[in-house]
């Protein structure tokens, strides 16, 4: 089974700044996808940003930048120009083909104004 | 569009009830999953579904059935309530496995 490993349970930002999630996982597979995903007090699942792993690009949505790095099985999240709202517990996942996501443990983001 | 529709929002049980969650997705999507969510523990897979009659045990299925008679639905059942299963349930869709799950708003559910 695929395990997704986040090291660090809680980070702190101060806000206009940048902090990095860290994400590892084991896999044998070579056809994947890797998520990141927001959970505010709200409870909400929200997608922050996602990446194929055929893709050698990392993904970027505004703000928000990935590190992909396949062979060592890293995908970290980069959240540049913090902002209060970005405050949440943030999960990465992983999902292969045919099946469901493997989440990890998460990591709590506070910002400091 | 609704997206994924999760009921009830909270839930109070008795040890050894039964209860059904029940969630429904409006977008006509093919993969469908249950997971719960526990203090430290992240999200974990009880069970999903890869079209209707197909489902699958995930990581935590003990304790819990389902069934996937129609695209649209997928129920999770609780057959006697333990103490353990006190969590919040999230369901969720997505019309692909390479795709991102659209989730439910979670149901919050406490086994006395």
């Known amino acids: 089974a695929q395990t997704v490993t986040q090291s660090q349970p809680e980070m702190s930002v101060q806000e206009a700044e940048t902090v990095t999630l860290s994400c590892t996982y084991d896999?044998?597979?070579?056809?994947?996808?890797l998520f990141w995903y927001k959970q505010p007090p709200s409870r909400q699942m929200i997608l922050v940003i996602r990446?194929?792993?055929?893709?050698?690009q990392n993904a970027t949505e505004n703000r928000f930048s990935v590190n992909f790095q396949k062979a060592a099985k890293s995908f970290s999240l980069k959240i540049s120009d913090s902002q209060l709202g970005d405050a949440a517990m943030y999960f990465c996942a992983y999902r292969s083909a045919g099946y469901a996501l493997n989440f990890g443990k998460g990591t709590s983001l506070l910002v400091t104004p | 569009n609704a997206g994924v529709t999760q009921t009830p929002k909270f839930q109070v049980l008795k040890t050894g009830q039964s209860m059904t969650l029940q969630c429904a997705q409006d977008m006509n999507h093919e993969y469908m999953s249950w997971y719960r969510q526990d203090p430290g523990m992240g999200l974990r897979l009880i069970h999903y579904?890869?079209?209707?009659?197909?489902?699958d045990q995930g990581e935590v299925p003990n304790g819990y059935n389902v069934s996937r008679s129609t695209t649209e639905d997928f129920p999770l059942r609780l057959l006697s309530a333990a103490p353990s299963q006190t969590s919040v349930y999230f369901c969720?869709?997505?019309?692909?496995?390479?795709?991102?799950?659209?989730f439910g708003d979670g149901t919050r559910l406490s086994i006395l």
């Open positions: 969720a869709s997505s019309f692909y496995s390479n795709q991102p799950q659209h």
């Open positions: 896999t044998s597979e070579s056809d994947y996808y």
């Open positions: 990446q194929e792993a055929y893709k050698q």
């Open positions: 579904s890869v079209g209707a009659g197909i489902t």
